[in-house]
């Protein structure tokens, strides 16, 4: 039985919103459900997709990296198009994990609000903070980037969430995927007359041009932008659909059968709609939004299945350390390569005295600035590893 009151309204709330053909399941199935540990699959993607962040973001030589640990000029998907995605959606899936279990407390709404809102203007501050480091130009500064879109993105869903079941999530997301199809291949560039998706004559970069201020990160358009900010929501409302999915009563074999089947089908459909609307991360289009999702619902539902269910827990350590306090380890790495990336001798920086004598070892250019990335991405492991021995999490 449940013990009481507060579990037997997660209990109503979450049996409510399941299938009707589905097998009844006693209330003790929920009472163990909200007295188990974390997911510590998610916490291990939540922390890969940080390490491959600070791998991607670090390169030994920004002249020698491979193309798949480049972002994408413009259409099409490399691995690192995919990281900022994967990491919304487990955002998505965190966002229910989290306050589902405020709501069985008995948290007020209004006192969630406040924390919300309160912790998005702390990413976004810290992603402003970023931006001006080390030189601190107010006069040339950059109002989006990571963390700031970060920011909004939690704060939309999570106000989502305490207002909306699954399926009116799901219906949003469909809306605010095909009107952004809609709006970018309806309406035409202003100035130009015709509809165009190219880089920094489209609708996007209009609006930029228009209403975003500071500078833009290539000059006349802004990967971060107002308008991708829509369907980048939807990327964590893909992953609250999944994290719903993970508290529901299915039995663990089903919850991974029906996330890698909607993972499946989501990148499928990312990728036919792609044939008409290009997967394109700088825009953030609706296909690219079905095709990141579908991948971030594979690797959770493979997480799931290696670690939760098989118990194959040593593998994600690594992952785990890294998820425990990942925005505060990715602030970190911005603030070590202020070391790593200008200190150095004989007029180079250490990364490109490190990356040369790699090169003059008989390494291939583009592997040896691997290397190094690698080589920086264990570095902030160690500070890592040591507040998650010491139990201490950075919560920004």
Known sequence: MLKNQKDMLLYDSIAASEPRNTKPVSCQFYYMLLQSNRLISLDALRGFTIAAMIMVNFPGNEQYVYFTLRHSKWNGLSFTDTIAPVFLFVIGVSIVYAYTKRLTDGTAKSSLYKKIVFRSLKIFAVGMFLNLMPEFDFSNVRWTGTLHRIALVFMFCAVLFLNTNWK?????????????????????????????????????????????????????????????????????????????????????????????????????????????????????????????????????????????????????????????????????????????????????????????????????????????ALFFVAINFVPAYILYRKKIFIKL
Do not use: C, H
Request: avoid cysteine; charged fraction near 10%.
């Open 168 to 372: 009116q999530q799901a219906w949003i997301a469909v809306v605010l995927l095909v009107g952004y199809w809609l709006a970018l291949t309806l309406i035409p560039t202003p100035g130009v007359g015709k509809v165009m998706l190219e880089p920094g004559v489209n609708i996007v970069a209009w609006v930029d041009s228009k209403y975003l201020p500071g500078k833009m990160w290539q000059g006349t358009w802004d990967p971060e932008s107002i308008l991708s900010t829509i369907p980048a929501i939807v990327s964590g409302i893909t992953g609250m659909l999944a994290g719903r999915l993970m508290i529901s009563r299915f039995s663990p074999g089903e919850k991974v059968n029906y996330l890698m089947t909607a993972g499946l089908f989501s990148a499928i459909a990312g990728y036919f709609w792609g044939l008409t609307f290009p997967v394109n991360e700088n825009l953030w289009t609706s296909s690219f939004v079905l095709v990141t999702s579908g991948l971030g619902a594979l690797l959770l539902g493979a997480l799931y299945f290696i670690v939760d269910i098989r118990g194959y827990k040593k593998w994600v350590r690594t992952g785990v350390i890294f998820g425990a306090n990942a925005i505060a380890v990715y602030v970190l790495a911005d603030v070590l390569a202020l070391f790593f990336y200008r200190a150095g001798f004989g007029g180079l920086p250490l990364n490109e005295l490190v990356v040369n004598e790699l090169v003059q070892a008989g390494m291939q250019p583009e592997l040896a600035s691997w290397v190094y």
